[in-house]
């Protein structure tokens, strides 16, 4: 083996939405946030396999990657910039046909100006004060927003992960009298946090991306990530011999340490070597030991009977969320940091439709 791999589950990606999509129930929306490149694990591969599943509508973060997504989903499904119209997007926008969040009175003017006549939706700030309308400026604009009749009026939780926080219900109560001012316009506040805080969150349609992908808040998920790094050389470590920069471990016992290909700039975070963390040799744990390098891990493979070819970090056993508390992270950011080195595996039935 020679590049470590990572292998994606469309299938279970397709489960994922299936489950947040019954969730939500028959009479909402259930559409699919792939931003950053579907959270690391692929846009072009994920898109389509979420489209045959029966997803219609797509969320990005950037007109560029609306427009990449746009090439793999053929003309159908909506897809909606969450960045809404940042100059020099119009081009794209109207080339790819892409749906940007209208987010303040300066983009509604570009929009006037460069997208006459073309889609928008709208976002209101409901309190999290990141993008969107504020109330005032909402107020202000409604003639001019109703007049070019948004596909979607939409707003974001801040703290959805925290059922009961007190943000929520005053996020919604913002969102309930913002949206009244475009009656018959379809709504939309939940992410994958709010799609779990129950109905009064859903409106006309949730927007989730990290649940699809097997993260929490939605623990019902399916794993969808293993990363298998290739054992590059063992060797053996006598008592009180270090290991790596730092001479950050040393062993206690004869030992036995793999060194495996899979760093940090391969988005196995620096962090994580203090969060107990192991690699798998199928089903047995071999703890993580020393620091991450760049390229490298070393790893307590003393217990194995035999050093097989590959030890995997991403597993059924240990999930992107185990990595990210073993780093102080979330595992979002876990997804979005695995890196350009891998060899990418996509299996499942979905893996075998084309990209567009
Ligand atoms: C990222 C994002 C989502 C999806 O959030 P998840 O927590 O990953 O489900 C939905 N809406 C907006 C505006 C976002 O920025």
């Known amino acids: 083996m020679a590049r470590a791999r990572l292998t994606i589950d469309l299938d279970a990606i397709a489960s994922n939405w299936r489950a947040l999509a019954s969730i939500a129930g028959p009479r909402v929306e259930t559409a699919a946030v792939l931003k950053a490149d579907a959270y690391g694990l692929g846009a072009d591969r994920v898109g389509p396999a979420l489209a045959a599943a029966g997803a219609r509508s797509f969320f990005v973060a950037l007109a560029e990657e609306g427009a990449a997504l746009r090439a793999a989903l053929g003309p159908g499904p909506s897809i909606r910039v969450l960045g809404g119209l940042m100059p020099g997007d119009a081009a794209l926008c109207r080339e790819a046909t892409l749906t940007p969040c209208l987010n303040s009175p300066a983009q509604l003017a570009e929009f006037e100006a460069e997208l006459p006549g073309a889609r928008c939706a709208l976002q209101i700030d409901s309190g999290m004060r990141r993008l969107g309308f504020a109330p005032a400026e909402l107020t202000a604009c409604a003639g001019r927003l109703r007049a070019l009749r948004p596909d979607l009026v939409m707003s974001h939780l801040a703290c959805a992960d925290v059922p009961g926080h007190p943000c929520n219900a005053v996020q919604l109560d913002r969102f309930t009298e913002g949206s009244a001012l475009f009656p018959g316009v379809p709504r939309s506040l939940a992410a994958t946090p709010g799609t779990l805080l129950g ?20 623990a019902a998920a399916l794993p969808v990530v293993r990363l298998a790094l290739p054992v ?59 620091r991450v390098s760049m390229d490298l891990l070393t790893v307590d493979v003393t217990d194995l009977a035999e050093v097989p070819a590959e030890l995997e970090i991403l597993n059924a056993h240990q999930g992107v969320d185990d ?16 890196g350009d080195r891998y060899e990418r595996v996509y299996k499942g039935a979905a893996s075998r439709l084309d990209p567009a």
Not at 238 to 267: L, Q
């Open 199 to 218: 109905p009064a969150w859903h409106f006309d349609l949730v927007r989730p991306g990290i649940g699809l992908f097997g993260g929490l808040p939605f």
């Open 232 to 290: 590059i050389q063992t060797r053996a470590v006598a008592p009180g011999e270090p290991v790596g920069y730092g001479a950050a471990w040393t062993a206690e016992r004869p030992s036995v340490v793999a060194t495996v290909s899979g760093g940090y700039a391969d988005g196995l975070l620096r962090a994580i070597a203090s969060g107990g963390v192991a690699l798998y040799a199928g089903e047995t744990a071999c703890p993580l030991i020393g």
């Open 323 to 338: 990595l990210a508390r073993a780093a102080g992270t979330i595992g979002y950011e876990i997804l979005t940091s695995l």
